[in-house]
Each structure stands twice: as C-alpha cells, then as structure tokens.
C-alpha cells in the first residue's frame, strides 16, 4: 500500500511507516520502524494504528490487521509485558505472532535484517550527499 500512509482519526492525521496487504492471508500489515529499543509505549501506539485500519480500511471478508514493531535492539520481557493480554496481532523482534500466521509472513529477524540492510543504504547515501557537498564547497 505504501509507506507514511496517513490515517485521520478525530480530525488529526497520523503517518503509519509501512502499510501492505496480505494477498494470501487477506489482512492488512502495519509494520512500524523504530531505530531504537523498544519501549511500552510502542505497543499502545501499534494497537492504535491496527484499530484504525480495522475500522477504516479493512472490509469485509478481510480478516484482522497484523501490526508488526520492528527495533534496532530487543528487550523481550519488555515487549512481551507490554504485549500481555493484548487480543491484536502483534509481533516486536523476538515476539511471536500466532502460529498460524507465523507461516505466512517473514520472520521477525527476517525483517530486522532488512531492516538494518536498509538503515545501512541510507546511512551510505547520507555520507555520500556530505561529502559532494563538502567537496563542492
């Protein structure tokens, strides 16, 4: 779907990182990227990115929306207490989504490793852009 996909909830727009559809699994993923550790309040935060897409774009026949909290390092017992008791699919690093979802989609590591993969091209490009400047200088 796209990435900073805006969604307005009482009247004001909130930007998700990352938004796709699941063909085969028929759900919306909602993927945000943190270049930090996890916090708690990632967890609230992603509960209501996945609560907006349910009630605003997901239609029927659709099944619920996945949100998945990717982080530059894990802090499993945090995650997992700020996870507990939460009925939404969500997955952070070395949390795990429900079994049988775990088969259709990347691995949390599968995606931290893109991840980093991508942290590591735009921290390339940056230096690059600064040293044509400074060269131009």
């Not at 996909?5 to 993923?29: Q, S």
């Not at 009630?55 to 990717?70: P, S, V």
């Not at 802090?75 to 690093?93: G, H, Q």
Request: aromatic share 8%; with cysteine; proline share 4%.
């Amino acid at each position: 779907m796209g990435s900073q996909v805006p969604i307005v909830v009482d009247e004001k727009e909130y930007r998700m990182d990352l938004l796709f559809y699941h063909a085969h699994l028929h759900c919306y993923i909602v993927i945000d990227l943190k270049t930090r550790e996890f916090e708690p309040e990632f967890a609230g935060k992603m509960n209501f990115y996945v609560a907006a897409v349910d009630h605003q774009i997901r239609r029927e026949g659709d099944e619920a929306t996945i949100g998945i909290i990717l982080c530059k390092s894990k802090r499993k017992t945090t995650a997992e207490y700020a996870l507990y008791n939460v009925s939404t699919p969500i997955a952070v690093s070395t949390h795990r989504l429900p079994e049988n979802l775990q088969k259709s989609l990347p691995t949390p590591e599968q995606l931290e490793m893109e991840m980093e993969a991508v942290v590591q091209a735009i921290e390339a490009q940056s230096k690059q852009i600064i040293k044509d400047v400074e060269t131009d200088d």
